[in-house]
């Protein structure tokens, strides 16, 4: 699986370098996330630019990430561009679940503004 992490103190960019997000790469990815958030990774940014098709093992790879940062911190999808990709997140009825963007300034926005809530609610 390739891919390619942008780190910055309060977010890292996950971008996937590959076309299809599929059962023979879910369980990896999976891995990784678990490994990321193992490694303190508090907010993810999920860069699906490159990502043209999803099948149902890709959409658990990615309801799990949710699950994993749920609580923690946040994780964002964003540019979203194949239509099909869309199309299966809400037939599967959790776009409401995801946090989605259409921009990575967009989601890192997102993550900044979660950020700082979350700072001021333990202040």
């Known amino acids: 699986m390739k891919y390619s992490l942008d780190k910055r103190e309060n977010y890292t960019v996950f971008s996937l370098?590959?076309?299809n997000l599929n059962s023979l790469i879910s369980p990896s990815l999976k891995s990784e996330f678990v490994s990321f958030r193992?490694?303190?990774v508090k907010n993810l940014v999920f860069d699906f630019a490159k990502v043209k098709y999803l099948?149902?093992?890709?959409?658990s790879a990615i309801r799990t990430a949710n699950r994993?940062?749920?609580g923690y911190g946040s994780f964002v999808l964003?540019?979203?561009n194949a239509p099909i990709i869309m199309r299966l997140i809400k037939i599967s009825?959790?776009?409401?679940?995801l946090s989605i963007?259409?921009?990575?300034e967009e989601a890192i926005d997102l993550v900044l503004a979660e950020e700082s809530e979350r700072q001021y609610i333990m202040d």
């Not at 099948?55 to 959409?59: A, E, F, H, N, T």
């Not at 009825?93 to 679940?97: A, L, M, P, Q």
């Not at 963007?101 to 990575?104: K, R």
Request: glycine residues 8%; proline residues 0%; negative net charge.
């Open 78 to 80: 964003c540019q979203i």
């Open 17 to 19: 370098e590959e076309d």
């Open 38 to 40: 193992n490694e303190g």
């Open 93 to 97: 009825n959790i776009e409401s679940i």
């Open 68 to 70: 994993v940062w749920k």
């Open 101 to 104: 963007c259409d921009t990575l």
């Open 55 to 59: 099948d149902s093992w890709g959409l």
